[in-house]
């Protein structure tokens, strides 16, 4: 059973006070403000009157499932920045802003006349976060960015998958969600520094260097060794055994065996202590030199059995090992269920089914994150916040006419 959510617009938490303009559009910056959003910041969306997101057509079965979700929290302000009246009402947003997110191509917001320099000159504590495919500096820095580019520049791709066939790219926005939780980071680093100094300063965030972090140790090993790490499929080039193995009745197994302990008990779990002395596979590095072998009985002890009945002599060995689920499977786990890994959130919109989402991660025990509000719909915020800046209804419906702020109809 799904543990289920309503959502608490009073509610308030630690990030309170901190309001955040995000003019970014896609997967990168939603992230990134998301995390913030989550746990109590304004989050302001600046959208085009027109389109609004590009996220908000990002569709399944005509659901806007991932605006739903990467837009929770948040708020909605049609701007048009095309026009020099909305360029100038953004900046009597910065002015009261502590984050300003953007994801344009370099140049674009000094173009529009929305530079760093001026943006700083009417907040000088302003946290400004511009996200590129390649950062804002280098050859590169005006290529159109967007996640599948850096995923395959970055050496991920390369790495990915099995060697006995082509480069694979991840299924999902993995430059940009990465990218996101850097910038979240980044951010937090930089309030640090405007609560204590008062000084703002521009985060220049590139998918490319976000995702190409997470390889880690590859670099090194190619100048060090002039080697390229090779695709190993689900083997890992630092531990045996590590891989998938297929059960009797098709379903399949992880197992990960990375301290010799584990490895131990591995062994004696598929009855076969001998391994253990065995001097192929004694030490880590003879398990990966002979893998091949090392795997063998393994997944023989695997293939002669359900997964369930597999599974249930690991447990018992306590060896790490766990089902390969598909994402019916994770959402039926009872520790998913009692952990309410997911939520099932009522959708405001009426007749619409409820929706089910990640909930806050990380869980922080004495400020936990909270759903107030459900994802707006274009424009939604518009009359409030600029009602606080003294604009008044005549004045918000002129600039309705005009077509400088808009609301979805």
Known sequence: MRAKKTYLPDAHGPLDGVRVLDLSRLVAGNMLSLQLADHGAEVIKIEDPKTGDPLRAWHHDGESLHWKIHARNKKSLALDLRAEAGRAILLRLVATSAIFIENYRPDTLEKMGLSPEILLSHNP?????????????????????????????????????????????????????????????????????????????VIDLSLLEAIHSFLGIDAAIFTRSGRVAARTGNRSLTTAPRNVFRARDGRFIAISASIQAMTERLFRAIGRPDM??????????????????????????????????????????????????????????????????????????PGSDSVVMPDIVPRLSATPGVLRNPAPTLGADGRAILAALGIDRDAYDALCAQGIVGEAT
């Open 276 to 349: 253990i002395e065995d001097p192929r596979f004694r030490t880590n590095a003879g398990r990966i030199k002979n893998v091949e072998a090392c795997e063998k009985p393994i997944a023989d002890f695997i293939a002669a059995r359900d997964a369930d009945d597999a599974l249930a002599v690991f447990a018992a060995a306590d060896v790490t090992a766990a089902p390969v689920y598909d994402i019916g499977e994770f959402l039926a786990d009872p520790h998913v269920a009692a952990r309410g890994v997911v939520v099932d959130v009522a959708d405001p919109k």
């Open 125 to 201: 504590r302003l946290v400004i976060v511009r996200i590129s495919g390649f950062g804002q500096t280098g050859p590169y820095r005006e290529r159109p960015g967007f996640g599948t580019l850096v995923e395959a520049m970055s050496g991920f791709a390369a790495r990915n998958g099995f060697p006995d066939r082509e480069p694979l790219l991840p299924p999902l926005a993995l430059a940009d969600m990465i990218a996101g939780l850097y910038g979240a980071y980044g951010v937090m680093v930089a309030l640090r520094e405007a609560e204590q100094h008062g000084r703002g300063q």
